[in-house]
């Protein structure tokens, strides 16, 4: 019997990726496809080589693709319920090496009629705000203007309507019911809401490869089923684990909970306090036993973070394993070793964010129409 729940809108229990993966059918990422990926973008990744993408669908059709000169794009995306956290970053990041190594053209979804749907406080003018907020974000990580779109659904409802018409169509509420766990009191906006994440899949002809955080997977699953139908090829996904909170290994990030996640928008002394006084720690009750015994790095937050996101550099992190689970290195002083990172990081991002020009990246209706033509 599985313990946990995932989907787009909820996630409760500890995920068992290897049960996930038989769960929903996914392929996962093993040595051969790694290695394939690595080969056509001339570089590694180390998400993928630390399997924080631990799985996808179809992504050799992409790669064959490549090869063959028919090339792919990359669409994602973000519900904005508030502010962007770490976790959020993790598939932007990769979205973003996949254009530099690839060359490929980026769609960006902010669905700011989605977490309206779904929220009992946010207004519409919340998030509309929150999506501009959160482009300024996935902008900050240096796509190139020229070939990276930033669609919201309020705004550019025109360019994906008919999208989203011809794939509602062929979904049944049956099916949607399956997918979701709908019942009779959902509101009928988040009935068809799937329509439109599915929408970008067909914004072009060729394929689509789409990084996600594996709780979007059941919208694709549907995408994937109409996309044929619809003389599309079905969309490729590759799918990350999703970042746990703050709180441990079983936490998640929420809104809720300014303390469950380290926003873009904290401060430095910010980051200090939650860090110092809320990450879940891998150490030892008291100091002699951590010295006998070691630190848990399966468990411990600032390690995950380091990994999955903080720290690219194999030799280095190594070395930080080693230190914590021998003992030799303390909690306090594997905080360190994160607070240092983020506060990096962040304080290079949020310049970045500031100095966006997000003119540059709103999707503009004619410069596709005109693009498509050709
Ligand atoms: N529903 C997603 C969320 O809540 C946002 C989203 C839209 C998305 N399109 C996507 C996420 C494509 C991943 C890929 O965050």
New binding site residues.
């Given amino acids: 019997m599985d313990d946990f729940v995932l989907t787009?809108w909820e996630s409760r229990g500890r995920i068992d990726y290897n049960r996930l993966v038989e769960r929903f059918g996914l392929r996962p990422m093993d040595g051969p496809m790694k290695g394939r990926l690595r080969e056509a973008a001339g570089q590694d990744h180390y998400m993928v080589r630390r399997g924080v993408f631990f799985a996808h669908r179809d992504l050799d059709m992409i790669l064959e693709s490549h090869r063959s000169g028919d090339g792919f794009f990359v669409?994602?995306?973000?519900?904005p319920s508030g502010q962007t956290h770490i976790g959020h970053l993790v598939p932007w990041v990769f979205a973003r090496w996949l254009q530099e190594r690839f060359g490929v053209r980026v769609y960006f979804?902010l669905?700011d009629d989605?977490k309206f749907y779904h929220s009992s406080t946010l207004t519409l003018e919340d998030t509309a705000r929150l999506a501009e907020e959160n482009a300024r974000d996935f902008a900050a990580l240096g796509f190139d203007p020229l070939k990276t779109h930033i669609i919201r659904d309020t705004v550019d409802m025109g360019a994906l309507y008919p999208l989203a018409a011809r794939v509602a169509k062929r979904i049944t509420l049956s099916t949607a019911r399956a997918a979701f766990g709908f019942g009779n009191d959902t509101n009928i906006g988040m009935v068809f809401y799937t329509a439109l994440?599915s929408a970008p899949c067909l914004l072009e002809e060729g394929p689509v490869l789409?990084p996600?955080g594996v709780d979007?997977d059941p919208h694709f699953r549907l995408t994937r089923d109409v996309a044929p139908l619809l003389g599309h090829p079905k969309p490729a996904l590759i799918h990350n684990i999703m970042a746990p909170g703050l709180g441990g290994p079983d936490s998640k990030m929420s809104a809720a909970d300014p303390n469950s996640a380290i926003y873009t928008t904290d401060e430095p002394a910010a980051i200090n306090r939650k860090i110092k006084r809320h990450a879940f720690s891998g150490g030892r009750a008291d100091i002699d036993e951590h010295r006998r015994l070691g630190g848990d790095t399966a468990v411990d937050v600032s390690y995950q973070y380091l990994r999955m996101f903080f720290e690219p550099d194999d030799a280095i992190l190594e070395g930080i394993r080693d230190g914590y689970e021998s003992g030799r290195m303390l909690t306090g002083e594997l905080k360190q070793e994160l607070i240092e990172r983020v506060t990096g990081f962040m304080e290079a991002h949020r310049a970045r964010r500031e100095d966006v020009d997000l003119g540059e990246f709103w999707f503009d209706h004619d410069e596709y129409k005109g693009r498509m033509r050709r």
Wanted: charged fraction near 15%.
């Fill in positions: 787009p669409y994602t995306g973000r519900g979804q669905t989605e994440q789409i996600l979007q």
